[in-house]
């Protein structure tokens, strides 16, 4: 008697203990749609399932940028869509929404996510410095709301693979495009202690900067650095601190603290991407990109982020290019950065383009 065929059955990964706990291991998260209760756990403990993106001052963004049925609006850091999901919703069907992102394979993702909305829409893989070449393409005059969300998502945190994070081991890449030819890696090896320490300043405030650059040299001289275990075994020997009693203060700890890593990480990741170079180049284009009575809205997770976009605002404001400007940035509340503390460095500052009389 024949046997009846098995149907072919891919196991689950496995994984030692009772919970996942690497990138590759959390396939429910990475199916997240399937496990709306694996989602509604993780996001009740503060934490974010791998394969998603919490957007951040969703009611802040929307309530000051003020998004009109038919309006344009270009979501120029589109992620994982959250943001783009809610302005479609205020658009409506006869609206556009114009979508960039540097991630390509998210990019793909997204736009698949949103494909079943009614509301005009357009991606474009590219970098959101670019908006002013996109114009034409669209054959639209401008903008009625332009909005960026500037920091890494969690996507691109998560995974060990882009190594963007401290907490994961992984190639020191740290690309949010994968166009762009050096990695974080490259870099390491390859520029001064002066470029180095400058960067690791101005990028994130490091108070051991010096530190912590000539410590690189040092090692580098011995062996190249490739991986991120390595980069925060060098930082924290930098700082004097050993990694292993830190980390066991920090369970101890109630509140915890910052890893003595993560401002270096940002550092390097801003210089890899040339993040303050966009940055500067979209706020000068922004004005000639938007309609009149159009608004600008930006979030960003560094204070050298934060002064560029206030000086920007202000100095629009006294040449008459807006007509108004966030007096303060705008802080998520106690309840958003519980629920999501990836939310805690952020700041939100929006600009209304004059009305020509």
Not at 188 to 209: C, G, K, Q, R
Not at 233 to 247: L, M, R, S, T, V
Request: glycine share 8%.
């Amino acid at each position: 008697m024949n046997q009846p065929e098995q149907a072919n059955h891919r196991r689950r990964p496995r994984y030692s203990g009772t919970h996942p706990k690497s990138f590759g291991e959390k396939y429910k998260e990475h199916n997240i749609g399937a496990h709306p209760e694996l989602a509604e756990h993780l996001r009740a403990k503060g934490k974010t399932p791998v394969s998603t993106h919490v957007p951040i001052m969703v009611n802040e963004v929307i309530k000051s940028l003020s998004p009109k049925p038919d309006e344009i609006v270009a979501d120029c850091t589109l992620g994982y869509g959250g943001h783009a999901m809610e302005f479609i919703k205020h658009i409506g069907h006869d609206g556009k929404l114009i979508g960039f992102d540097v991630d390509g394979s998210q990019l793909n993702q997204t736009k698949d996510r949103l494909s079943s909305q009614k509301t005009q829409m357009s991606f474009y893989h590219s970098n959101y410095a670019g908006i002013a070449n996109v114009l034409k393409k669209e054959n639209i005059a401008g903008y009625d709301i332009i909005f960026a969300d500037i920091g890494v998502s969690s996507m691109q945190i998560d995974n060990p693979d882009r190594g963007m994070s401290y907490k994961h081991n992984g190639p020191i890449d740290m690309r949010m495009d994968e166009r762009i030819k050096q990695t974080g890696a490259d870099l390491l090896n390859t520029l001064s202690e002066e470029a180095l320490s400058n960067a690791f300043m101005d990028f994130a405030d490091e108070p051991d900067h010096k530190e912590i650059a000539a410590k690189i040299i040092a090692h580098r001289q011995e062996a190249p650095i490739r991986e991120t275990a390595e980069l925060v075994e060098i930082i924290f020997q930098a700082k004097g601190i050993n990694q292993k009693e830190w980390q066991k203060q920090q369970k101890n700890s109630k509140s915890g603290s910052a890893n003595p890593a993560a401002k270096t990480f940002q550092a390097l990741r801003i210089l890899v991407n040339d993040e303050l170079g966009s940055l500067k180049e979209l706020l000068r284009v922004a004005p000639y990109c938007l309609n009149p009575g159009g608004r600008i809205g930006i979030i960003s997770f560094h204070s050298g982020e934060d002064r560029i976009v206030k000086k920007a605002f202000k100095s629009g404001l006294e040449s008459g290019v807006y007509q108004a400007v966030a007096e303060n940035a705008i802080t998520p509340t106690q309840q958003e950065i519980a629920s999501n503390t990836r939310s805690a460095s952020a700041k939100f500052r929006w600009a209304v383009k004059t009305i020509e009389k």
